[in-house]
């Protein structure tokens, strides 16, 4: 028995007929929003996308080439820890639109920076600071010169994204607000021909779902996703412990200076766009005027905190390269081609700079942006061990012990080997002997002396500002990997 389709009394329209048309025709609503689309598309041009792609290239381009960095250790460790969980226990004392081409320039700008690369391609909490930050001043901006709910609700989620993303939030915001006044100031000494703010379109009731969507992802994320509730007080614990922690420095104090430092180092076009801020009179466009008062009181703001480290400079300078890219403003039309010489110049110098530091010196220490990080060193221990596991999961088992302080980012790099343990302080394990171990500089003599089993030895420097440690792989376990040598270190034997 054949089944038959079910009998109806409806009579199909002819337009809604399967045998023309198509699913576009049966959905007009959904066919005017592709079209639409196909519009916007042909006006934008090929040059967002060329940057675009420029930008997702020299991010994700041998990414593997560099260790992962002692944060991103401890950030990845965090994500297993939800995985296994099912919550993030927050702890607020823990590690914590201008003219179209201006636009572009700034974005190539960023596309090839050696900063905004480098750190790019680190899984660390600034680039997203950085992109909710950017969400947020757009949202202002667009409040003032549109008033329309899509940029509220830009606004409002760019707020709860850098909330939920880095304490160091308070100074951005601190200074996005003072920079209003300031900017009502210039605009009575300069007037600004688009000063007047926009007839607000959103109603009581779109900034109320704001509010509400907004707080909810704040207080779902710091609860724990509602499992930690006492997280929910690291809103405002956070800001005296980093307060604290800004104002002591803890290693990482720099003088004053340190952010011109890395410009003139790295980011020449950037430091071209912070000197065209004194020129910020003379812009006649509101919101590169108030990209350049923002960006020149965050600067003065992060050289007031003691506690300094390099990657927190994307988050700094990111204003500079708007008025950077507004420099043909400036000028008379006739002088406009030596302008986008001299910028061309400038980024085909970042663009150098950036392929030489995150494909040639990534692990330099020299570079003042490779700070704290991981040595290749580390891949004496992970490539072999994790060849033999992706080989065998068996291997998985395998015993070690890491007798040493600060190791991460191993024990995220190594989180599926359940057999390894971490000590420090003295601590060490009844039964030294195991299938390998890192041991510190000052801890050797002591371990050497109560093992038993033979083993292959290197000396590995995890990273700079940390004395050395030993490597141990058992010569019975690892001995394809010394093809034809004899184990350096032979223990006392069996008993």
Known sequence: MNPQPPVTRMRMAARTSSTKGGALADFPMLRDYFEAWKVRLAETGWAPWLILGLAVFLRFFLLCIKPAHFDEGINGWFVDQVVRNGFYRYDPTNYHG??????????????????????????????????????????????????????????????????????????????????????????????????????????????AMVIIVGAFAVIFFYSGTFFNWSGVKGLYLACKAWFQTGQAGHGHEKPWYYWLELMARYELPVLAGMALCLLCQAFKNLNLRYLAIYGVGTLVAYSYVHYKTPWCVINIVWPFLFTFGAAVLLVPVRYRRVVYVVSALLLCYSLGSSISLNYFRCTTDTEPYVYVQT??????????????????????????????????????????????????????????????????????????SKLHNAYYTQPVKIRNYQDMSKLYLSAKVFKEFFPGKAPDFVGKGPG
């Open 98 to 207: 201008v003219g179209r081409n201006v636009s572009r320039i700034a974005a190539l700008a960023m596309a090839v920076s050696p900063g905004f690369v480098f750190y790019g391609r680190y899984a660390i909490h600034e680039v997203w600071l950085l992109l909710f930050t950017m969400m947020f001043i757009l949202g202002l901006l667009g409040l003032w010169k549109r008033g329309t709910p899509g940029y509220l609700w830009c606004a409002g989620m760019g707020l709860a994204g850098m909330i939920l993303t880095k304490e160091t939030y308070i100074i951005h915001l601190v200074c996005a607000v003072a920079a209003i006044p300031v900017l009502m100031v210039s605009n009575a000494l300069n007037r600004l021909p688009d000063a007047k703010p926009a007839r607000q379109t959103w109603t009581y009731v779109d900034l």
């Open 375 to 448: 040595y290749n060193d580390i891949f004496k221990l992970t490539k072999p061990l994790l060849k033999l596991a992706k080989r065998d999961p068996v291997y998985y088992q395998l015993t070690g012990h890491m007798i040493r302080s600060s190791v991460y980012p191993l024990p995220w790099i190594l989180g599926d080997f359940t057999r390894i343990g971490y000590y420090e302080g003295g601590n060490m394990p009844q039964n030294l002997d195991a299938d390998f171990l890192l041991v510190q500089e000052d801890k050797i003599k002591q371990v050497e």
